[in-house]
């Protein structure tokens, strides 16, 4: 699963459009992996939110060197395990303003390691929605961020993303500017396909 060697992307191959049939010859090897750990992906899910992919890599990185959970074994010191959900819950929102990370998102993550031992417990993407966006702070974006590596859900859309409904309707439809309607719209037409938008960005 890790591996992504269970992502069963066999129905692509059937969908009538020529770009999702050049992708799936293009990248007919690449599979979406399902760590099965919804706590470990929330945390830099709610970091992405409304910032820069290089924003919220620097806060994930503040707050890994924060809590200091080397990888057991040999491995570089600077690989670091995901930090434990009751050690986050117990930390205060503003020990993460020098991570870059302001109250909201920080609230936001102490909210969701409080919850984590219920997220965890989730055994499908659609539960996992559910507990996720019962967490306030959590909307469809980052419940759909969360869900695609957790549990290879290639069919996860992330609504509200400042690029993706663009990348849609551009591939699909020839249009410059996309909305979420829309990009849901053609995601109908071509279900499966965000297992392919993420190739767009890669």
Do not use: C
């Not at 390691?113 to 539960?127: G, M, Q, S």
């Not at 549990?151 to 400042?162: E, L, M, N, R």
């Not at 309607?181 to 392919?196: D, V």
């Amino acid at each position: 699963a890790v591996a992504g060697l269970r992502d069963d992307v066999s129905g692509l191959s059937s969908f009538d459009h020529p770009l999702v049939h050049k992708l799936w010859h293009t990248f007919a090897g690449v599979r979406l992996p399902a760590s099965g750990r919804v706590f470990h992906h929330i945390v830099a899910a709610i970091l992405g939110q409304k910032v820069t992919g290089g924003e919220a890599s620097r806060g994930y990185r503040g707050l890994l060197r924060h809590f200091k959970s080397p990888v057991p074994g040999p491995a570089p010191p600077r690989l670091m395990l995901p930090p434990d959900p009751a050690d986050v819950a117990a930390t205060p929102y503003w020990q993460f303003h020098p991570w870059g990370i302001e109250q909201k998102r920080a609230d936001t993550v102490r909210r969701a390691a409080a919850f984590a031992t219920r997220l965890e417990k989730a055994t499908d993407p659609a539960v996992a929605t559910r507990l996720l966006t019962s967490v306030p702070g959590i909307g469809p974006w980052t419940a759909a961020e969360v869900v695609r590596v957790a549990f290879s859900d290639g069919d996860a859309v992330s609504v509200g993303d400042y690029h993706h409904k663009n990348v849609v309707a551009w591939a699909l439809a020839g249009e410059a500017r996309g909305t979420d309607e829309r990009m849901l719209e053609l995601h109908k037409l071509a279900e499966g396909l965000s297992n392919l938008t993420d190739l767009f960005e890669r």
